[in-house]
């Protein structure tokens, strides 16, 4: 490849613009950068903390006991989430001087892991809370509403929450499927 | 972060020698103005922030064209999630209107139409072009990619083979 061709000629050629960083501008973009990072989990910690206090509120006002477990439950679903999007964010920064390949291929696999993984510790957390309080919320002895009913309200609240739940993990699992093409491919063209 | 002599020390040098080649990266990745100079800045700074931790696995080129490459990647990943650009090879065969690199080689419709056939193409395949355009030798653009030599000469083959055919220039 030392045969200099017409298009590395233009292409090394090209004119330039007038560009430098000094070491202050380097440090001020390199803090703005860990900002970013600092204000996009401290909006994922806000969102727990709202589910928090929501759920914290109710069960603090509804004298139903199976209501206040069910919300207690669900705080400590959103608390346990918190601690693994924490123990996520802090799984360190990817090499960036590795070969792009391996780059890469890691970049996928972190998106496929963490994808993979949405069920286990970002919806199933909530499940035994959301359950517990709408079973306690359908069959609230002084709510005076008959059984059949309180089934009916029972099921189609669990429904609704299950619908939703299969939707995420649909989503995630085409968007995983699509990463494992995305790495089948990177595999077959490094060889 | 506190820099360490050495890391700055390494960052100029790197900047100076390296410079007009990032730019030519960024170039590369990044279409407008505005996100291109970002982008320049961000390889800037990551290949700053790396140099502290500089463990001479590979020379400094190498270690230069991974971070600046890496992290316009990362750049380009980012903006697919917001606009679907990138197409295959193959379907930067279709861009529309060749020309003739022999007509046009001074002219900067070249230089633009080149620009656009790059950043036509997925990201693996725009890495190994750009660093072939480089003038980097197989065997530097293997170290810097982690593919195979024989891989890299056959994606450059066919890169090269269907740049030519695009401009109407046969492959060298």
């Known amino acids: 490849m030392t045969d200099r061709d017409p298009f590395q000629s233009l292409w090394t050629q090209q004119p330039q613009e007038p560009f430098s960083m000094t070491a202050a501008d380097l440090a001020r973009r390199s803090a703005r950068f860990q900002s970013t990072i600092r204000r996009r989990n401290i909006t994922e910690y806000a969102a727990a903390a709202l589910v928090i206090g929501v759920f914290g509120w109710m069960a603090w006002l509804i004298p139903v006991p199976a209501v206040k477990t069910g919300a207690v439950l669900v705080i400590l679903g959103a608390l346990y989430v918190c601690w693994k999007l924490h123990v996520l964010a802090g799984a360190g920064t990817p090499d960036a001087a590795a070969p792009l390949a391996d780059f890469h291929r890691n970049e996928l696999l972190r998106q496929r892991s963490a994808l993979a993984g949405v069920w286990k510790w970002y919806l199933a957390p909530f499940v035994p809370g959301i359950l517990v309080f709408i079973g306690g919320v359908a069959f609230a002895e002084d709510a005076g509403v008959p059984l059949s009913a309180g089934v009916m309200l029972f099921a189609t609240s669990a429904g609704f929450v299950a619908a939703l739940f299969a939707a995420i993990w649909w989503l995630n699992q085409q968007a995983v499927a699509a990463l494992d093409r995305e790495i089948a491919a990177l595999d077959a063209g490094a060889k | ?172």
């Open chain 2, 1 to 172: 972060m506190t820099p360490t002599p050495d890391q700055d020390a390494r960052y100029r040098e790197a900047a100076e020698t390296f410079g007009p080649a990032l730019q030519r990266l960024a170039g590369a990745f990044e279409a407008n103005a505005e996100r291109r100079r970002d982008l320049l800045q961000d390889i800037h700074v990551a290949l700053w922030r790396s140099l502290a931790a500089f463990d001479g696995r590979c020379s400094l080129k190498t270690w230069v064209y991974r971070v600046a490459h890496n992290t316009a990647a990362s750049h380009v990943d980012r903006e697919r999630r917001r606009h679907q650009g990138a197409v295959s090879l193959e379907a930067a065969a279709d861009l529309p209107a060749p020309l003739s690199l022999a007509a046009d080689l001074e002219a900067s419709d070249a230089l633009a139409r080149l620009h656009a056939w790059i950043r036509a193409l997925k990201p693996p395949d725009r890495q190994l072009l750009t660093l072939y355009l480089e003038d980097l030798a197989a065997a530097e653009i293997a170290d810097i990619t982690g593919l195979t030599p024989g891989a890299v000469a056959t994606r450059i083959s066919r890169l090269k083979t269907q740049l030519a055919a695009d401009f109407k220039e046969p492959a060298r």
